[in-house]
């Protein structure tokens, strides 16, 4: 377990989880944005307020929920594979789908979105803190207290410099890769073999979990810009 | 006629360029066609998409670049300048090339932050990748 301060695992823990909360908070500025658009300004605030509550009483909750389930074996290695399809997403040029959601005409509505895709986008928050936490309970804490102003005071500035250098998103799925490598072999359900025949894998894993992300994220990059 | 575009994003970097294009215009003996740019960068991630509409979207993008723009049109309407106003999404470079070309601009005129040199060779910026991208002549205001 990690102790405070001396242990450099630590710092270097905290330094995941930051990257990940920033990398991967920022949307909640957008879907404010785009749900309060039309409401009167008096209740936009409430809508903000709301939404941002929501937003997170889901995330520590969700965050104690998966530290639980990462205990039991197997849920790991699903896990990593959930963070994977995370990293990728995350690297895979954004497609232009979507848009089918439903009109917001009232606060109602507006509090019910916000509420609806902070819950889908916080899951890949949480499972990213949880995994670079690595079952320590500070670093759960300190990584959700971190993500929470980013939350509250959330704009659109953290998203249009992630635009601009492109280059943090990219490192961002890589660690996110690391992770997810370090995580499948340090599930239960395999940490006994590895250990006995392949103790290698304590740092293969991890080193293609990067390879695996970044690969597919140019293949798919380099797929999306050919012509169609 | 003259096509100039002058690509802007608020900052006072931009307003410079656009108080230059003013006066670069006035000087100009060939009557002149003004086109001010915003590009936003494309925010709006496949996950956000999925919970709103696609005008819902649009309009949200028009909103930030029409509050990006209202400092250049404040200063052209004062000057009694006439333009062209667009906002495009995108990322930075690339569009405004792209759009310099589709709309046939002869000239480039870009407000830049001036980068040290360090910074600039890490990070870019988007007059490098517009000098780049485009063949058309590109006056860097500082």
């Given amino acids: 377990m990690f102790e405070w301060g001396s242990n450099p695992q630590f710092w270097l823990g905290l330094l995941q989880i930051v990257w990940i909360d920033i990398i991967l908070s920022g949307d909640n500025a957008v879907v404010i944005a785009l749900a309060c658009r039309r409401l009167p300004s008096h209740q936009q605030r409430v809508a903000i307020l709301a939404g941002t509550g929501a937003a997170i009483a889901l995330r520590v909750t969700m965050a104690t929920v998966v530290t639980l389930l990462l205990e039991i074996s197997w849920l790991k290695l699903i896990g990593s594979v959930l963070l994977l399809w995370i990293a990728i997403k995350l690297l895979a040029p954004q497609d232009e789908e979507g848009g089918e959601g439903a009109s917001i005409g009232n606060l109602w509505q507006a509090i019910r979105t916000i509420v609806i895709a902070d819950f889908v986008m916080s899951l890949d928050n949480v499972i990213g803190i ?3 936490a690595k079952g320590s309970v500070l670093l759960l804490t300190l990584g959700l207290m971190i993500s929470i102003p980013l ?5 659109t500035v953290i998203l249009r410099f992630m635009g601009r250098y492109p280059w943090i998103v990219t490192l961002g799925g890589a660690l996110l890769g690391y992770i997810a490598g370090e995580m499948a072999v340090t599930d239960r359900a395999v940490t006994g073999w590895i250990a006995e025949h392949a103790p290698v894998l304590h740092i293969a894993g991890p080193a293609l979990g990067i390879v695996f992300v970044v690969v ?4 798919l990059a380099a797929r999306a810009a050919r012509p169609a | 006629m003259l096509k100039v575009l002058v690509p802007v994003d608020g900052s006072k970097n931009s307003d410079r360029a656009v108080a230059y294009a003013i006066g670069f215009i006035a000087n100009s003996k060939t009557p002149v066609e003004l086109h001010v740019l915003n590009v936003q960068l494309p925010i709006v991630s496949g996950g956000v998409r999925m919970f709103f509409k696609r005008e819902d979207i649009e309009a949200y993008y028009q909103d930030s ?7 250049a049109r ?3 309407d004062q000057a009694g300048q ?14 405004i090339a792209d759009y310099a070309k589709e709309q046939h601009c002869d000239h480039i005129v870009m407000g830049t932050r001036g980068l040290s040199a360090v910074s600039g060779m890490v990070l870019g910026s988007v007059a490098t990748k517009v000098i780049h991208l485009t063949d058309v002549p590109v006056i860097l205001v500082k």
Avoid: D
């Fill in chain 2, 74 to 76: 404040e200063r052209l």
């Fill in chain 2, 82 to 95: 006439a333009y062209v106003q667009q906002v495009r999404v995108g990322s930075l470079g690339e569009t």
């Fill in chain 1, 130 to 132: 949880a995994a670079a």
């Fill in chain 2, 65 to 71: 670049g029409q509050e990006a723009l209202r400092a």
């Fill in chain 1, 151 to 155: 939350i509250v005071f959330s704009s």
């Fill in chain 1, 216 to 219: 597919a994220g140019k293949l």
